[in-house]
């Protein structure tokens, strides 16, 4: 259920008065991928602005903002104007006073671990082991190491069209199981600060089955759906023929053809589409910083 408050009601105000920003959508050269620059998402944002930010997002599937000095309040209301915001399990990395706002870094601070360091080391769609999947996450720089630290996206779009159309008859019908439990343990073992999970959110994070192939809501393309991090089998297949088939359809779907490589400048505000894309973090050295704050709007069931 999403809460209107006093808050969301005079950004609404604003928004309808306001006037246009002085901004330019400049795609990348790479498969996916466009940088907006000239915007401020703490002003705000009228309906014609807000259309070309959401076309931007629908044709380019990733879309950086830059040189955005904002508040975590700010970051939140834009992200809330695609939808509502879904609260990740891992409640001790939530920022204060902010709970949808998941703190991602491999900083530890009196020997606790400030954010969730490890996340996005497997490709992934954020929150694919839900019934309701995410609509796109947005990822706000706070600090960056001098090296390394990048995040890789991969499309899902072109990863479905290019697969042979034998295999693309094969797959269509076939549904697959996302569990957040299929790789925790295992990260664990590697970064033992990793929360152990409580009965409570083991609850929270049953597992979901969705099409294998899946349809964008918004622009009727086919992407692929299955994920090296998430997804557990194929419902109705043997699990030798399932684990083979996964490692076909995952060593396929990430392929450099795919893949932009975001080298983040501070201040970045990356926003991107979950229903089209994958994505990696590359790795932090670790003896450098690196701290974001990730935001994550709901999307529909996949179908
Ligand atoms: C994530 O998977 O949301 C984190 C990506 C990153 O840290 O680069």
Do not use: C
Request: no cysteine; net charge negative.
């Amino acid at each position: 259920m999403t809460v209107i408050t006093p808050t969301d009601i005079e950004n609404a105000a604003a928004q309808a008065v306001a006037a246009p920003q002085d901004f330019e959508v400049r795609p990348f050269d790479a498969p996916v991928g466009a940088e907006v620059v000239g915007l401020d998402i703490s002003k705000p944002i009228n309906a014609a602005d807000f259309a070309r930010l959401h076309r931007a997002h629908l044709d380019h599937h990733v879309v950086v903002f830059r040189d955005q000095r904002v508040s975590p309040e700010d970051h939140v209301a834009f992200s809330r104007r695609f939808g509502p915001l879904q609260i990740h399990v891992l409640h001790q990395f939530q920022l204060q006073g902010h709970p949808e706002v998941l703190i991602v870094s491999n900083i530890k601070e009196n020997g606790e671990p400030i954010g969730l360091g490890d996340a996005g080391v497997y490709w992934h769609s954020d929150l694919s082991y839900k019934e309701t999947p995410s609509l796109g996450s947005l990822l706000h720089a706070q600090e960056l190491p001098s090296e390394g630290g990048d995040t890789l996206f991969a499309d899902q779009h072109l990863a479905w069209e290019t697969l042979p159309p034998a295999l693309q008859q094969r797959i269509l019908p076939l549904k697959a199981e996302h569990s957040y439990l299929a790789k925790y343990e295992e990260l664990r073992a590697k970064n033992p600060w990793r929360p152990k999970l409580s009965q409570q959110q083991v609850d929270q994070v049953a597992p979901a089955v969705h099409p294998i192939v899946r349809t964008h809501p918004e622009t009727g393309r086919k992407a692929l759906f299955v994920s090296e991090h998430f997804t557990t089998r194929i419902v109705g297949l043997p699990q030798d023929e399932s684990d083979a088939l996964l490692a076909e359809l995952f060593a396929h779907s990430v392929q450099p053809a795919f893949v932009y490589r975001h080298e983040w400048k501070p201040h970045d505000l990356v926003f991107w589409d979950n229903r089209s894309l994958m994505h990696l973090a590359a790795g932090t050295p670790d003896h450098l910083r690196r701290k974001l704050f990730r935001t994550t709007i709901e999307g529909d069931r996949v179908f």
